[in-house]
């Protein structure tokens, strides 16, 4: 929704193509700041152990029923995934070959390299609608 607005709200004015381009920059990183935003909040907290090397440490991983995140493990009753989402007998054991299995898994520095990210991408659409409402009021194009 907000490309479609951009892009209406750019094409009045062809002499802030450089607007529209920073715009549409901006809203491609706003997309993948979402997903990342959605594997924190939907993600669980586990620990992965190696066996005799120990623990490897708690990371943030998919849930087991986001099929999108996780790949299953093994044979899996299709009619029992169908109606709950995972195998009946199924008993999750987080070692690192859980690891394999799911798109990410992130550690808390993962996380605080994420939360700064979004505090810098806020900044520069911060800073970009800063400098529109600027130009608009000086009639500046």
Do not use: C, W
């Not at 990371?59 to 995140?69: H, K, S, W």
């Not at 299709?78 to 195998?87: E, N």
């Amino acid at each position: 929704m907000l490309q479609v607005t951009a892009e209406s709200y750019f094409e009045d004015d062809r002499t802030r193509q450089a607007d529209a381009l920073v715009a549409h920059k901006l809203l491609e990183n706003y997309d993948k700041a979402a997903e990342r935003r959605n594997d924190i909040a939907h993600g669980i907290v586990t620990e992965i152990t190696a066996g005799r090397l120990g623990r490897f440490g708690h990371f943030l991983v998919p849930p087991d029923y986001n099929e999108r995140r996780t790949k299953p493990p093994g044979r899996i009753d299709r009619l029992y995934r169908k109606s709950h989402g995972i195998s009946p007998g199924f008993k999750m054991s987080r070692n690192r070959a859980y690891l394999a299995r799911v798109k990410f898994a992130y550690a808390s520095y993962d996380i605080a390299g994420f939360a700064d990210k979004f505090g810098e991408l806020a900044l520069a659409v911060e800073f970009f609608i800063q400098n529109l409402s600027t130009f608009r009021q000086f009639g500046a194009s």
